[in-house]
């Protein structure tokens, strides 16, 4: 089976769009959304009604921190985060509320996990920056894989049976073999808004049968995603992020 995996997206309809588009070529079984639909791009209600249709025909979809902060509390936000949610909140109907309110924050099946932030405490909303946090996710679950977004950094966590944990920087495009006698964390990067300096959108590809995980990029235009967010009063530093990819 392959699975399609998604997270970050932030809004941005035409970074989600060029995604969807470059994994329908490759035929996936499944869609699996790791949160975050809304915050900082122009298109929350566009993005949040895509999501909610495909979990309509069966795809996993998890809430992240920004989902959450829609319906609840901006208190432990930066000010441009706190001024897209304020917006983003006025843009949403009660119907596409009501639908991020109620999603789950993990997802198991079989020998993964998959989290929009970490497995340690999924709705404490920590960061996976390095070893020692990889660590602690993977040790806070049986699962053999974690998969999670929140960062907007694409990266890789290999920990052998002995607790010795290597991290690596995924290329995109090339098949890496989840190799059984380890286990892994692997933090997808961002559709909407990625941060590694590279702006093209970053989703991924797993599969299950051969055990391979791919990352994947897509070009799309961020000129027209970051003009949106300026058209829309939004703090420019939103648009610019687009297109400088940090």
């Not at 391979?212 to 009063?233: F, Q």
Request: charged share 25%; with cysteine; glycine share 8%.
């Amino acid at each position: 089976m392959l699975i399609a995996l998604f997270t970050d997206i932030h809004g941005n309809r035409e970074a989600i769009d060029a995604c969807l588009a470059h994994a329908q070529r490759a035929r996936p079984d499944r869609m699996v959304f790791l949160g975050d639909y809304v915050g900082y791009g122009a298109d929350p209600g566009y993005v949040v009604d895509l999501v909610r249709d495909f979990v309509a025909r069966g795809a996993v979809a998890l809430r992240g921190n920004h989902d959450d902060a829609v319906v609840g509390s901006t208190a432990r936000m930066n000010v441009a985060a706190r001024e897209a949610i304020e917006w983003t909140r006025g843009r949403l109907d009660e119907a596409q509320r009501r639908f991020l309110a109620g999603l789950p924050l993990t997802h198991e099946e079989e020998d993964r996990l998959f989290v929009h932030a970490n497995a340690v405490a999924p709705g404490g909303w920590g960061y996976v920056t390095d070893r020692l946090e990889a660590a602690r996710s993977l040790m806070a679950t049986r699962r053999r894989c974690v998969f999670c977004g929140h960062l907007h950094v694409p990266g890789l966590y290999r920990m052998a049976a002995n607790g010795l944990l290597d991290a690596f920087t995924p290329a995109a495009g090339i098949a890496i073999p989840l190799l059984p006698e380890h286990r892994w964390l692997a933090v997808l990067g961002a559709v909407g808004q990625p941060r590694d300096g590279n702006p093209e959108a970053c989703y991924a590809l797993l599969d299950d049968e051969r055990d391979e995980l791919t990352y994947v990029r897509v070009p799309y235009d961020a000129a027209a995603a970051a003009e949106k967010i300026l058209d829309a009063g939004l703090p420019p530093r939103l648009a610019a992020r687009l297109l400088q990819g940090w």
